[in-house]
């Protein structure tokens, strides 16, 4: 069932997709403040650069290195 599901993303138009989508979400995390993730992390939060980061943005941060990463790699 799985494979009948993810086999649109095997493409170079899923794949493209899947990345941007990545990609969007990762800057979304990234933008918005610390909080929970998932339940799983907790809630914690430093400064960097003058910016409060915490287990969300990091999160972010590995969605949009994934994403951009994705996109370079299908469309460019």
Request: hydrophobic share 50%.
């Amino acid at each position: 069932m799985l494979n009948a599901l993810c086999s649109w993303t095997e493409n170079r138009g899923g794949f493209a997709v899947c990345a941007a989508v990545s990609t969007v979400a990762g800057l979304h995390l990234m933008a918005t403040p610390p909080q929970k993730v998932l339940g799983i992390l907790p809630k914690f939060s430093f400064e960097f650069m003058g910016r409060e980061m915490g287990a969300q943005q990091l999160v972010g941060l590995a969605a949009t290195v994934c994403g951009v990463c994705g996109i370079g790699a299908c469309c460019m």
